[in-house]
């Protein structure tokens, strides 16, 4: 179906933003609305992708189209947060796992300008790679999509005990890689 939504979409029909919106609507308005905690901010964020998407719609490859429009999706969210709030603490869920992270990475802003050097992109996804698919899927559910850990424990038959336990092993496991490449 991407395929289709991305042919659809490099033919300059307007139909692939309806189908995208179909599809994925939820999954990004989901993602948006727990980083800004806001329907009407979730709603704003997923016209911006469907508007960004359409403005680099030559640009998209099959095998991307749903991480390409989450991360576009996340971008948004972030920057309206950035607007709205200047206060590290001001958001919901995506500033509560910004604050777990803070023991490993600098906190703040810092956190942004080091997750876009490439040097350290490369390192997390080489991390990530090596960790078991369990512990994969649950740290990027919390520190990428943004989930609960009531949510995490519930999509994969966990206590939340567990999961709370999985993500400090997790976030060790990464400070000592980091570390151990000179990154921290």
Not at 161 to 167: F, Q
Request: aromatic fraction near 6%; charge should be positive; glycine fraction near 4%.
């Amino acid at each position: 179906m991407d395929s289709q939504i991305i042919a659809m979409l490099q033919n300059r029909d307007e139909r692939a933003l309806s189908e995208i919106r179909r599809i994925y609507g939820a999954l990004c308005g989901k993602l948006a609305y727990r980083i800004l905690g806001s329907q009407q901010d979730a709603e704003e964020c997923v016209s911006d992708m469907l508007l960004a998407v359409w403005n680099s719609r030559q640009q998209i490859a099959p095998q991307e189209l749903k991480a390409y429009l989450v991360s576009l999706t996340r971008h948004s969210a972030m920057d309206k947060l950035k607007t709205r709030t200047r206060q590290k603490r001001g958001g919901r869920q995506f500033a509560l796992a910004l604050d777990e992270l803070a023991e490993i990475l600098p906190s703040g802003e810092q956190v942004e300008q080091l997750a876009e050097q490439h040097e350290l992109t490369a390192a997390l996804t080489d991390w990530l790679r090596s960790q078991p698919q369990r512990i994969r899927r649950i740290f990027l559910q919390r520190y990428y999509l943004s989930a609960s850990v009531q949510e995490i424990a519930a999509q994969n038959g966990m206590s939340i005990s567990a999961v709370k336990m999985t993500l400090l092993r997790a976030r060790k496991k990464l400070r000592d890689y980091l570390e151990k490449e000179e990154l921290l």
